[in-house]
C-alpha cells in the first residue's frame, strides 16, 4: 500500500473499481478522498461548478464575486463547433466583428461594449496572436465579465475570453472523429491519451481540415498538433509540458460593402456568400506555436506553488482587398436611393499586404497558503507575473502602374451586386514601413479569499504593474521616413473587492467592484486594441475602467443553476482628439449597464439545458462632437438556448438537442450612421451515441435567414455575412 499513499486519488479509483476499498482504508487507517465519475450528460449536463481563472485558485463559481460564462466541452460537441467565435455565440453580450467559420482577417470580439481582442488568454496566460483560434484542442471557453486587472493585468476593460487546454490524465482514450458538410466542410481530428505509468500519461491531438466555406472561394486548410506529457499526476509535484502546432491557410475576408449613406446604409443586396475581393490573389497564412510549460507543487495540505512558463510564436503573412461601393453607377451617374442596384459599382482595391512575425515569454509564479486565524479562514494568493512581448509588422504596397513614380494599388470597378471576383491584376510588391513595438511586464499581486462564516465570504486583493512598451517605425520605401522611437512606463495600481452572503448552500449573493487599466502603450494585434505608441499618445496616461456589480446564484437541485448580475462598466478617460487643436487627450467617458442571466444543467436526468440572455443599455457620454451622446456599438438585448433530451427504452441512445442565438439591431460604429438588423437563428441535432461510435447529424441556421452578426471594425459601410443554412455530419468513434 506504500505507492498508493503517495497517489491517493490514484488509489481511490483502483479500489472504488475493484470493490474493496472500503475495507483497505479501514485496514490502513486512512481515509480515501471520495471520487465521482459521472459522464457529462448523465452527471450536471451543461452545468460547470468551479474554475481556477479567475482566482487562480480552484473555486467554487459560487464563492466568485463575478459574472462567468462557461461553455463545456459538451456543448461545443453537440452544436458541432469548431472556432472560438462559433463558440462565443453562445455568450449573450458579446459583439461580433469577427466572421462565423473561422475565415475573418481579424477576429474581433467586444464584450460588455468593449473590445477583446488583446483579452485573449489559453489556459489563464496572455494569447495576444493574430491568428483564427479553432478548439481541437480546447476543452472549455470561459467568458470572464467585467475588468479584472487583479488577475490579468492591463487590458480587460469588458472582460476576458480564456480557453482551457486538453491536457493528459490517467483516463485511457483513443477517438477518432470525421466531419463532413454541406458547404464542402472535410475536417478530421483525433484525441489520444495514453497511460505510461502510474503518475505519467501523454496525450495527442492531431488536426487535418481542408473546408469550403460558404463564402465565395474561401477554403479554410489546416493542420493542428498539440501534445501533452504530464508526470506526476495525483502526486504533490505535478508537471505538464504542453506544446500546440496550428498551420491555416484561407483567404482574408473584410465582409460585403452595404448601401451606404444613399440608402441608408442598407444591408447588401446579394447572398451572404458574396465575396468582395480577388480570389486569385487574397490569401492569408497563419503559422503559430506556443509551448507551455506547468509546475504544480503542494508543499503541504496547506502550501501550494504553481509556476508556468510560456514561449509563443506568432506569424502571419496576408494580400487583401477592399470593397467599397462607388458614388457613381457604372455610367457615371450619381447614386440615389432609387438607383436600381444592377447598376451601383463598387471598386475592388488589392491594397493590404503585411507579414507579422510576434512572440512572447510569459512567466507566471503563484504561492497559496491556507490559513486560519480564529474562525477566519484565508485562501491567500501571491504571486508574481513577468512577460515580454514583441510585435514585429512589415507592410507592403502593391503598385499597378511600376511605370510611373506615384504608387496606385490595383484595382477594378465592377458590378455590386455580381463582382468579378476573378480578375486578372499586374502589380509589384515592395516593402514599406516595418512597426516594431515591444513591452515588458513586472507586475506583483496579492489576494486573499476570505471566509468569515459559513454564510460570509469575501474576495480582496491589489496588484501592481510595471510596464515599459516602446515602438520605433521604419519607412523601407523610397517616399517614407523613419517614425520614433517612442517609450513610455506606466505603474499601474489596480484592484478588486467582493463581498459574499450564502444563506443556504443553495443561493449566493454577491457585490463587487474591480478596476482595468489600457495604456497608451498597450500591445494588441488589432487596431481596436492595441494602439502602440505614437507622437499623439505617448505623454497620454493610460485609461481607466470601473466595474460594479450586484449578482446571485440559484442551484434549484444538484444539477440545475441559475445565475444573474447586475453591472455598471464605466471608462471614465478615454482617448479622444480635441477637434479644437487636434491633439489626442483623455476626455472621454463611456458607460454599459446591464442585466445578465444564465441557465445551466439538467432539468431532468434526460432533459440539458444552457441559456442566457443580456441587456445592455451603452452610452458615450463624453467624446468628440460627432460621437457624444450617441449609443456605443452593443445590442440592447442578445441571448442564446440550447437544450437536449436524450431518449430511453426501446430508443436509448438517440438524443435530440435544438435551440436558438440572436439579438436585437444596434449600431455599428460610435456616429451612430448604420445598424445591422436584429436576427433570431435556430440550430438543430439529432444523433445516436453508442460506447464505441457516436452518428451526429447539425444543421445551422434551419430556415436559412439572412443576417449579419456585426460589422467590421466601428465602420459604417461594411458589415459580416452570417452563416447560411448548412448541414453537418459528425462521425465519432473510439477505439478503447
Not at 631 to 646: D, E, I, L, Q
Amino acid at each position: 500500500m506504500s505507492r498508493f499513499r503517495k497517489r491517493p486519488i490514484a488509489a481511490a479509483v483502483v479500489l472504488m473499481l475493484s470493490g474493496t476499498g472500503p475495507a483497505l482504508a479501514q485496514q490502513e487507517s486512512q481515509t480515501l478522498p471520495e471520487v465521482k465519475v459521472t459522464s457529462p450528460p448523465e452527471g450536471q449536463g451543461f452545468k460547470t461548478d468551479s474554475t481556477s481563472t479567475a482566482t487562480r485558485t480552484p473555486t467554487p463559481l459560487r464563492d466568485i464575486p463575478q459574472f462567468i460564462n462557461t461553455i463545456p466541452e459538451t456543448l461545443i460537441r453537440q452544436e458541432a463547433i469548431t472556432s472560438l467565435s462559433d463558440a462565443l455565440r453562445n455568450v449573450p453580450g458579446i459583439t461580433m466583428t469577427a466572421a462565423e467559420g473561422g475565415v475573418q482577417a481579424s477576429q474581433v470580439f467586444w464584450l460588455r461594449g468593449f473590445p477583446v481582442a488583446g483579452d485573449l488568454f489559453l489556459d489563464g496566460v496572455r494569447d495576444i496572436g493574430e491568428y483564427n483560434r479553432d478548439l481541437f484542442n480546447i476543452q472549455q471557453v470561459e467568458v470572464l465579465k467585467g475588468p479584472a486587472a487583479l488577475t490579468f493585468g492591463r487590458g480587460s476593460t469588458g472582460g476576458v475570453i480564456n480557453q482551457v487546454s486538453k491536457v493528459a490524465d490517467l483516463l485511457p482514450r483513443s477517438e477518432a472523429v470525421l466531419m463532413l458538410g454541406t458547404n464542402g466542410e472535410r475536417r478530421l481530428t483525433g484525441d489520444g491519451n495514453f497511460v505510461l505509468g502510474d503518475t505519467t500519461a501523454l496525450r495527442i491531438q492531431v488536426l487535418g481540415e481542408r473546408t469550403d466555406t460558404y463564402r465565395d472561394t474561401i477554403q479554410n486548410n489546416q493542420v493542428g498538433f498539440a501534445p501533452s506529457l504530464r508526470f506526476g499526476i495525483g502526486t504533490d509535484l505535478d508537471i505538464t509540458l504542453n506544446y500546440e502546432y496550428l498551420q491555416t491557410r484561407s483567404k482574408t475576408d473584410y465582409g460585403q460593402p452595404n448601401l451606404g449613406p444613399s440608402y441608408n446604409y442598407r444591408m447588401p443586396p446579394v447572398p451572404l456568400t458574396t465575396y468582395y475581393g480577388f480570389a486569385n490573389y487574397d490569401y492569408t497564412n497563419w503559422y503559430t506555436n506556443i509551448a507551455t510549460l506547468n509546475v504544480q507543487w503542494k508543499a503541504s495540505d496547506s502550501l501550494s506553488v504553481r509556476n508556468v512558463t510560456r514561449w509563443a510564436s506568432y506569424k502571419r503573412d496576408m494580400e487583401a482587398s477592399i470593397g467599397t461601393l462607388n458614388t457613381t453607377t457604372l455610367t457615371g451617374a450619381p447614386v440615389t436611393g432609387n438607383t436600381a442596384y444592377d447598376q451601383l459599382a463598387v471598386t475592388l482595391t488589392h491594397n493590404k499586404a503585411r507579414d507579422n512575425d510576434d512572440q512572447v515569454l510569459i512567466n507566471q509564479t503563484d504561492v497559496t497558503w491556507k490559513v486560519a486565524t480564529g474562525s477566519l479562514k484565508h485562501t491567500l494568493t501571491g504571486g508574481l507575473d513577468l512577460a515580454t512581448e514583441r510585435l514585429d509588422r512589415q507592410a507592403y504596397a502593391f503598385d499597378g502602374t511600376p511605370t510611373t513614380a506615384k504608387i496606385d494599388a490595383p484595382q477594378i470597378v465592377t458590378q455590386y451586386i455580381n463582382p468579378d471576383i476573378n480578375a486578372n491584376l499586374n502589380y509589384s510588391k515592395t516593402p514599406q514601413n516595418r512597426n516594431v513595438s515591444t513591452a515588458d511586464t513586472i507586475a506583483v499581486y496579492i489576494q486573499d479569499q476570505l471566509e468569515f462564516s459559513r454564510q460570509w465570504k469575501a474576495v480582496l486583493g491589489i496588484r501592481y504593474d510595471w510596464y515599459d512598451s516602446k515602438t520605433n517605425q521604419t519607412a523601407l520605401g523610397p517616399a517614407g521616413t523613419n517614425v520614433g522611437p517612442f517609450q513610455r512606463t506606466d505603474n499601474l495600481w489596480s484592484g478588486r473587492a467582493g463581498l459574499i452572503w450564502q444563506p443556504t448552500d443553495r443561493q449566493s449573493y454577491y457585490a463587487s467592484w474591480s478596476n482595468g487599466y489600457n495604456p497608451s502603450g498597450e500591445l494588441g494585434v488589432y487596431g481596436a486594441t492595441g494602439t502602440n505608441l505614437s507622437v499623439t499618445n505617448q505623454y497620454l496616461d493610460p485609461e481607466e475602467t470601473y466595474n460594479y456589480e450586484v449578482g446571485g446564484q440559484w442551484d434549484f437541485t444538484p444539477s440545475l443553476r441559475l445565475r444573474s448580475a447586475i453591472f455598471r462598466t464605466e471608462k471614465t478617460n478615454a482617448r479622444v482628439t480635441d477637434p479644437a487643436d487636434g491633439i489626442m487627450k483623455l476626455l472621454g467617458k463611456r458607460r454599459v449597464d446591464g442585466v445578465e442571466m444564465e441557465l445551466a444543467g439538467n432539468i431532468t436526468s434526460q432533459w440539458s439545458i444552457y441559456g442566457g440572455v443580456a441587456y445592455m443599455d451603452g452610452k458615450i457620454l463624453e467624446g468628440d462632437p460627432l460621437t457624444q451622446g450617441k449609443h456605443m456599438t452593443v445590442a440592447p438585448w442578445s441571448g442564446s438556448v440550447w437544450t437536449a433530451y436524450r431518449l430511453a427504452g426501446d430508443l436509448a441512445g438517440w438524443q435530440i438537442a435544438g435551440g436558438a442565438f440572436g439579438s436585437t439591431e444596434r449600431w455599428i460604429d460610435d456616429q451612430n450612421r448604420a445598424k445591422v438588423p436584429g436576427y433570431l437563428i435556430w440550430n438543430a441535432m439529432v444523433g445516436y451515441f453508442q460506447r464505441k461510435y457516436d452518428v451526429q447529424f447539425n444543421v445551422i441556421n434551419i430556415f436559412d435567414s439572412k443576417y449579419y452578426p456585426g460589422g467590421y471594425q466601428n465602420n459604417p459601410n461594411r458589415v459580416l455575412p452570417g452563416q447560411p443554412l448548412t448541414g453537418l455530419m459528425t462521425l465519432r468513434y473510439r477505439f478503447n
